[in-house]
T-cell receptor, first 112, second 110 residues
């Protein structure tokens, strides 16, 4: 299977919370990232969490990390139509070239 | 700072033609990367560089070449274009934790 797995689609109503999930396989991951890609654009870092943390909150965004289950989630509170984008989970492993491994991305669709 | 810039934005090639995708960054980053993005497939690493004069293969290097003669520039060369190389190509650079991405080049090979 893939090293980093995400579901491909998520549809939510404007104003609701969105939760995007990701699982990874390497327990030596040091950093875990969420990148956002808007249509026709490159990826932009949304937030990241270091592997010794369980949670990180930044305004409407909450990242939860469960190292035992190798599970990462991104919660977006009060989701807006401007949040419609593709969200990529990525992990960076210890050692080697420190190059992140990306998931396939989750398309978040926000409807009124 | 302009960040990471890529040219061209769009290109259509015929099978067998060659071209160079340009990438430049003005942040003095040591690390630079080339990815391709196919629908529903995420990002696949083609080549990367840890500094001027040093390059290495990623997951999908076949059909591509790179060079890194300066810190700023990291061009990607396609020698004999094939339909399988139809994709969106992203260049990125990094210093430590975060990668910075360019806007992408959409390439179609017919």
């Amino acid at each position: 299977g893939e090293d980093v797995e995400q579901s491909l689609f998520l549809s939510v109503r404007e104003g609701d919370s969105s939760v995007i999930n990701c699982t990874y396989t390497d327990s030596s991951s040091t950093y875990l990232y969420w990148y956002k890609q808007e249509p026709g654009a490159g990826l932009q870092l949304l937030t990241y969490i270091f592997s010794n943390m369980d949670m990180k909150q930044d305004q409407r965004l909450t990242v939860l990390l469960n190292k035992k289950d190798k599970h990462l989630s991104l919660r977006i509170a009060d989701t807006q139509t401007g949040d419609s984008a593709i969200y990529f989970c990525a992990e960076r492993r210890r050692g080697g070239s420190y190059i992140p491994t990306f998931g396939r991305g989750t398309s978040l669709i926000v409807h009124p | 700072n302009a960040g990471v810039t890529q040219t061209p934005k769009f290109r259509i090639l015929k099978i067998g033609q060659s071209m160079t995708l340009q990438c430049a960054q003005d942040m003095n980053h040591n690390y630079m990367y080339w990815y391709r993005q196919d629908p529903g497939m995420g990002l696949k690493l083609i080549y990367y560089s840890v500094g001027a004069g040093i390059t290495d293969k990623g997951e999908v290097p076949n059909g591509y070449n790179v060079s890194r003669s300066t810190t700023e520039d990291f061009p990607l060369r396609l020698e004999l274009a094939a339909p399988s190389q139809t994709s969106v190509y992203f260049c990125a650079s990094s210093y430590s934790i975060e990668q910075f991405f360019g806007p992408g080049t959409r390439l179609t090979v017919l």
